[in-house]
C-alpha cells in the first residue's frame, strides 16, 4: 500500500523549533518531489516547502524563508521539514505529499499522494 506518514507535530512556544518527518511506504521517494503544506485554521492551504529529486533542488515560500528548510533522507525513505523560530501563525496542519516528478511543483493539485497530516501549535 502506498502511503505517507507525517510525524513530529506538537505544541511548541513561540520562538521554539520542531523537525516534521514524512515517511514513504510501499515506494521509494528517491525520485519524487516532496511538498510541504500548510492548512491554518480558517485559511486554505498553502505550500510552505519542496524538494525535487534533481540535485535536491528545494523551494520555501517566503512567508517561512529563513526560519524552515526540506532536506531529505534516502536511506530512510524519509523527507524533513526544520522549522526554527516558530511563530503563532505557523499554526496549523502539515501534510506532505508525493508527485513522480524531477522538478520543483508547488500547485498542489499535481500532487497524487497525500499524507494524513500532523498538528503543530505555537502557543505562549
Known amino acids: 500500500q502506498v502511503q505517507l506518514v507525517e510525524s513530529g507535530g506538537g505544541v511548541v512556544h513561540p520562538g521554539g523549533s520542531l523537525r516534521l518527518s514524512c515517511t514513504a511506504s510501499?515506494?521509494?521517494?528517491?525520485?519524487?518531489?516532496i511538498g510541504w503544506f500548510r492548512q491554518a485554521p480558517g485559511k486554505q492551504r498553502e505550500i510552505i516547502s519542496c524538494?525535487?529529486?534533481?540535485?535536491?533542488?528545494?523551494f520555501i515560500a517566503d512567508s517561512v524563508k529563513g526560519r524552515f528548510t526540506t532536506s531529505r533522507d534516502n536511506a530512510k525513505n524519509t523527507v524533513f521539514l526544520q522549522m526554527n523560530s516558530l511563530k503563532a501563525e505557523d499554526t496549523g496542519i502539515y501534510y506532505c505529499?508525493?508527485?513522480?516528478?524531477?522538478?520543483?511543483?508547488?500547485?498542489?493539485?499535481?500532487?497524487?499522494?497525500w499524507g494524513q497530516g500532523t498538528q503543530v501549535t505555537v502557543s505562549s
Open positions: 505529499a508525493s508527485v513522480f516528478k524531477g522538478v520543483i511543483i508547488t500547485n498542489e493539485d499535481q500532487y497524487d499522494t
Open positions: 510501499g515506494f521509494t521517494l528517491t525520485h519524487y518531489t
Open positions: 524538494i525535487s529529486p534533481t540535485f535536491d533542488g528545494t
